[in-house]
């Protein structure tokens, strides 16, 4: 019997990580890049961007971590969604380094525009609002909806396979699902960050993954669901079991 466990761990420590990081990510630079983002300010903190870039660069390493996790248990069920999932987190976490590599190359022009005597003109201002307008879209729209079009997938297939208790991956459908509905309010209003709605509304995708991640650590995958196998390309063969996507499910209520 496989059990997965090592999957289940792994998982479990990646949407800790990630979740840490993303959240803080944006402790270094505090209120630094609210608009008007002072140039000088962000040139004397050199220690603290590099450090925000690090941050976000465990945020999409451990996002896409986590789809790649659950792939060797979801494809069981169904492939193409288990794929679909990782592609949705995998897209995720370039659009968080797109955000980064913007913030990286403000930090860079910010040294450039105190090394010419913080001249007052308008070309200056006008390529920092371009650089913090592409990292607001990126982090705060685009990133987001990969993330839950991945999310849905793969919080799908834990519901219907029943690896996880039923009541937390739901809860998992509908976090994702209000993700899905205040990043798509976002992309209109342009509200990004601790937006009233856009706060309200990511609250229960937020405190899911946490309890998820503690479910995984502490009891793994359902034993009496996960399938037993000789090897990862082995198809599961009951007869009359339901099946679902490219495989059956093993287990009953």
Known sequence: MKSYRGNAIAVGILLLACSAASILSVVPLG?????PADLAGLAANNDR??????????????AAGIAIGLYPVLRRYNRALALGSVAG??????????GTISLLALLTMSQDYVAAGSP?????LASRDLLLALREWTHG?????PFALGALMYYYLLYKSRLVPRWLSGWG????????????????????????????LNIPIGVQEMVLAVWLLAK?????????????????????????GDAQVVGTD
């Open 49 to 62: 961007v590099v450090l925000t870039a690090l941050l976000e660069f465990v945020w999409a390493a451990t």
């Open 141 to 145: 729209f685009i990133a987001f909806l």
């Open 173 to 200: 459908l509908v976090g994702a699902g209000m993700l899905l509905a205040a990043t798509t309010y976002a992309g209109f209003t342009q509200e990004f960050g601790f937006s009233s709605v856009n706060t309200v």
């Open 220 to 244: 793994g995958f359902n034993p009496s669901i996960v399938p037993s196998v000789a090897s990862d390309a082995e198809d599961i063969s009951r007869p009359g079991v339901p099946v679902f």
């Open 89 to 98: 987190r995998v897209v995720e976490g370039v659009f968080v380094l797109v």
């Open 31 to 35: 209120s630094m890049l609210d608009a």
């Open 120 to 124: 007052d003109s308008s070309s200056w």
